[in-house]
C-alpha cells in the first residue's frame, strides 16, 4: 500500500508528541525552505480565532497573547514597519512587525524546519531560553578565547547589549509557534557574534538580510530598506560587500534556527561557523574607523592648507 507521507516527512504521531496539544491535527503535505515536506498540523483554537471580532475577542492562548482580526493585523503590520524604518532602534516596533508579517505562512515553514530537524526537535520539546542566567555570563567568560561562549560574552560586552533585552510573542496565535519565533528572537545576538556584525545600523542591516536569506522571515527582508537611510559610503560597502555576503551565507548556510547554542558554548567558533557553514564578512568595524581616521587626516590637512602652513 503507497504511504500517504513522503519519504522524510513528519507524520501527525510524531507531531502531536510536542508540547503542544492538537484539538485537531489535518495532515498535508509542505514544502521547507530546504526542500523537505512535512505534515502542518492545523489547530482548531486557530481556525476558529480567526472569526472573532474586536468586540467578541476570545482569551489568551498563552500567557501574554493577544488575539488579533486580520484587520488589526495587517494595521499592526502597516503601522510598526513604517514607524520601524524611521526609528531603527524601536525593539518593540520591530518586534511587533516582524510577529504580524510572520503569518500564516513563514512561522510555520520556520517551525516545520525545526520540526524536520533532530536538534530543532529536541529545542522545541525542551524550548530552552536565552538570558544572562540561563548562560551564566561569568562561566562563559572563563572558556577559552576562541570558543563560542567566550566569542558570545565578548561580543555582548564590546557592543553593551544583553541577552535580558528580548520582548515576549505576543501576537501569534499558534502557542508552538510563539516560541519559535521567541527562539529566533533570542537568538539574535549569537548570530551577531558568529559574523562579527556590530550593532549600528549598518551593522544591523547586513545581518536581517543574512537572516531573510536563511530564514525567510518577511520583517528581516522589510528591514533591509533601512539600507535607503543610510549616508552614502554605508549604501556603497552594502551592495558591494556586505549585501552579497549576506545572500550567499544565508542560501548556503545551514538553517541557523536549528543550533542548541546552549550546548555549543565549548565549541571553537571556527569549527561552527564551519559546519554551518557561514563565512566572517570583513570586519565593518575595522572598515569604518579606518575610513574615519582617513577623513580626520584629510579634514586636517585642508585646514592646514587654509591657514596656509
Given amino acids: 500500500m503507497t504511504s500517504l507521507f513522503p519519504r522524510g516527512a513528519i507524520r501527525p504521531s510524531s507531531i502531536a508528541s510536542t508540547p503542544r496539544q492538537l484539538a485537531i491535527i489535518a495532515t498535508h503535505t509542505q514544502p521547507t525552505h530546504r526542500g523537505t515536506a512535512v505534515a502542518t498540523p492545523v489547530d482548531d483554537n486557530i481556525q476558529t480565532s480567526r472569526r472573532f471580532s474586536v468586540l467578541n475577542r476570545p482569551p489568551p492562548l498563552y500567557p501574554g497573547h493577544i488575539p488579533l482580526t486580520r484587520l488589526e493585523r495587517v494595521s499592526l503590520a502597516l503601522g510598526s514597519g513604517i514607524l520601524s524604518l524611521r526609528n531603527p532602534y524601536r525593539a518593540d516596533l520591530i518586534a511587533a512587525c516582524g510577529e504580524a508579517l510572520s503569518v500564516p505562512y513563514f512561522i510555520y515553514r520556520l517551525r516545520d524546519a525545526m520540526l524536520s530537524h533532530p536538534v530543532g526537535r529536541r529545542i522545541l520539546r525542551d524550548r530552552p531560553k536565552i538570558t544572562s542566567t540561563s548562560l551564566s555570563l561569568p562561566h562563559l567568560r572563563s572558556l577559552p578565547p576562541n570558543s563560542l561562549g567566550r566569542t558570545y560574552v565578548n561580543w555582548l560586552d564590546r557592543e553593551h547589549v ?3 533585552t528580548r520582548l515576549p510573542v505576543r501576537f501569534i496565535d499558534d502557542e508552538e509557534c510563539a516560541y519559535v519565533m521567541q527562539r529566533y528572537r533570542e537568538s539574535h545576538d549569537f ?3 558568529l559574523t562579527g556584525l556590530p550593532t549600528v545600523r549598518e551593522g544591523e542591516v547586513a545581518l536581517k538580510a543574512f537572516e531573510f536569506a536563511n530564514t525567510l522571515l518577511p520583517m528581516t527582508g522589510f528591514a533591509c530598506l533601512s539600507v535607503f537611510t543610510m549616508k552614502k559610503q554605508e549604501r556603497k560597502r552594502f551592495w558591494e560587500i556586505y549585501g552579497p555576503w549576506a545572500v550567499r551565507n544565508g542560501v548556503n548556510a545551514e538553517e541557523v534556527i536549528n543550533v ?9 567558533v571556527d569549527v561552527l561557523r564551519k559546519r554551518l557553514g557561514i563565512e566572517t564578512p570583513p570586519d565593518m568595524r575595522d572598515i569604518r ?9 584629510e579634514k586636517g590637512e585642508r585646514e592646514k592648507m587654509g591657514m596656509g602652513v
Avoid at 542548541?260 to 571553537?268: F, K, R, V
Avoid at 574607523?289 to 587626516?297: A, F, M, S
Fill in 260 to 268: 542548541y547554542w546552549e550546548e555549543e558554548m565549548a565549541t571553537n
Fill in 162 to 164: 544583553s541577552p535580558d
Fill in 191 to 193: 548570530y551577531h557574534s
Fill in 289 to 297: 574607523k579606518r575610513e574615519r581616521d582617513q577623513r580626520r587626516k
